[in-house]
Every structure is written in C-alpha cells, then in structure tokens.
C-alpha cells in the first residue's frame, strides 16, 4: 500500500477482555516500531522489531502486552486482560532503513477504549 | 515517562504572525526531530536536525538544534490556516523516539 495502515481504526472493550491491534507497514520496509499515545500527550516508545526480529521491548508497560512480525511484514500487538489505563492511540511506524527513525512514516493509529 | 519539555503548551495566533516553540531536556540527545500531528493522524516529520548548533530550514519552518544539545527551537513563519495542528519535538535515543507533550497551534483566521 502507499502508506502504514493499521486496524481497527476505533476498537472498544470491556474491562479484562484481550485485542488485538494490525499493522500493514510499508511494503519493503525493514523497521516496524509500536507506539502509544496517551490522550494529551506526546507518542511513548513500546517496541521495536527489525524484519522478523524483535529487538528491543523495553516500552511494553506489562506483560499483559505482547508484540509479534512473525514473516517480518504485519505486525500485531495484543493487550490481554485490557484495564481502563491501556486506553490510548496505538501508533505503528516503519522504515526502510534499520533502526531508521529519521525517515519513520507513522500510520493513523487505533484508539482503544477500554470501559 | 516522557524526557522533554515543551512549551508552550498551547497557541492562540492571527493568520500570518510568526510562530515560536521550545523543547527542552534534562539529559543529551544526538539527534533531535520535529513532528506535526493533526487529528485523527500519526506524526509527521518536518525537520530533522542532526548537528549541535545546526539551524535547518523546510519553506517556512526553521528549526534549531542547541549547543547545549538539550534543547531545541522550531519557528514558523507567516502562519497560515493550514499550520493548525499539534507540534512534537522528539530526540533519539538508541533507535527510540522520546518525545514531547506537544504545542497545540490555534490560528484565528
């Protein structure tokens, strides 16, 4: 495609019910990283993969969080056990570089809430 | 939790003023990067500034990369509607974007 696209665009849940959020990056694209954007705020770091490999994780705020490339293209993170405080936009960015963030194209984001 | 601070937090100009905001840190970056979000997107880059000291320029927007290498400065000059939105700075840091809360620009037409 000619952008990042992620799915859902909205995704609503209850209180302890898991998600599952996609991300379609830039065909070609080396780099994926997983963002999350809390409302007001500035996007915060979750994960970073590099083709299939994921390389650093240091952002995901639990265990309840886990982010997979299996084929080194889509990616998904899913959120068990989602609590009210998970909710957020979700941002998935790509590069055709490794580790290239000067060049990071952003995609529009899932907004989870979590009731 | 977030490093940078910016401000100000929020904008209220006239059409055709120029624009000035600020990031600052309390820890080194090398490389420092300015966003635009508007709503319902993701971030897009404006500048990227690599170089302590170095001043970039994209049309109307320049930007500043400070000596100090904790701080950074975008202008915007002769805003016009279109610039509406929420600016980010962001310095990076072993592959992460560490970003600001953002500078919510309002233009009154």
């Known amino acids: 495609g000619a952008g990042v696209s992620q799915s859902p665009r909205y995704k609503v849940a209850k209180r302890g019910q898991d998600v599952a959020l996609r991300c379609d990056p830039i065909?070609?694209?080396?780099?994926l990283f997983w963002y999350q954007q809390a409302l007001g705020q500035g996007p915060e770091f979750l994960t970073y993969?590099?083709?299939?490999?994921?390389?650093?994780k240091s952002g995901l705020p639990s265990d309840r969080f886990f982010a997979e490339r299996p084929e080194g293209s889509v990616s998904t993170l899913k959120i068990q056990r989602t609590q009210q405080e998970d909710s957020a936009v979700y941002l998935c960015?790509?590069?055709?570089?490794?580790?290239?963030?000067?060049?990071?194209?952003f995609g529009s984001g899932t907004q989870l809430s979590v009731l | 939790g977030q490093q940078l601070n910016q401000s100000p937090q929020s904008m209220f100009i006239q059409e055709g003023e120029d624009v000035s905001m600020n990031c600052t840190s309390s820890?080194?970056?090398?490389?420092w990067l300015w966003y635009k979000q508007d709503p319902g997107e993701g971030p897009v880059l404006l500048i990227a500034l690599y170089k302590a000291g170095e001043l970039t320029s994209n049309g109307r927007l320049t930007a500043q990369f400070g000596i100090t290498r904790k701080d950074s400065f975008l202008n915007i000059s002769a805003s016009i509607p279109s610039d509406v939105g929420i600016y980010f700075c962001a310095g990076l840091r072993a592959q992460k974007l560490v970003f600001g809360q953002g500078t919510r620009l309002t233009i009154n037409p």
């Open positions: 065909s070609g694209h080396v780099s």
């Open positions: 993969f590099q083709n299939e490999a994921q390389l650093d």
């Open positions: 960015a790509s590069s055709a570089n490794r580790g290239g963030v000067q060049k990071l194209f």
């Open positions: 820890s080194i970056f090398n490389t």
